[in-house]
């Protein structure tokens, strides 16, 4: 299950995978993407990754997208990960991550209130700030933007 809330993980990678394929990424951004997860929550490996046949480009975007999982506290990992992308300056990394928020502001509704509004006030519009001069898919960005601007509903 998702951290925060009552829907299973897989649902948000499928999620993610598809924003990505409706902006036009390629198999290995997308495919990063539904794997962006993995190593975090369910313990999948480097190693069992390859063995499952990933290219070596896909396991490093999943690298880039993925928390220390060594760090105990949730606020820290996710600075440390976008130090991480900061340092990296890949666009692909950048478009999973930006899937990956765009995925949660949107569903964050059904999050416990404390993570609706972390999601909500604090990392879509940081992430959004972070991410205004990428050179993302323009409809990528513009749609973490609609979400971050207009709110979320019943807050």
């Not at 990960?81 to 666009?91: G, N, S």
Request: one cysteine or more.
């Amino acid at each position: 299950m998702r951290k925060g809330c009552d829907v299973p993980a897989y649902v948000h990678s499928q999620r993610v995978f598809n924003i990505l394929k409706d902006f036009g990424y390629s198999e290995e951004v997308r495919l990063g993407g539904l794997l962006h997860d993995v190593i975090e929550d369910a313990g999948v490996t480097v190693e069992e990754l390859k063995e499952l046949g990933c290219s070596d480009r896909t396991i490093k975007l999943v690298l880039l997208a993925t928390h220390d999982i060594e760090m105990e506290h949730g606020d820290e990992q996710w600075v440390m990960l976008l130090a991480q992308l900061i340092k990296a300056d890949d666009q692909d990394a950048w478009a999973i991550k930006t899937a990956d928020i765009l995925d949660n502001v949107r569903s964050c509704m059904s999050m416990v209130a404390h993570r609706r509004a972390f999601m909500r006030h604090v990392k879509g519009p940081l992430f959004l700030s972070l991410i205004r001069k990428k050179k993302l898919h323009d409809g990528l960005f513009q749609a973490l933007k609609e979400v971050v601007d207009n709110g979320i509903e019943k807050e």
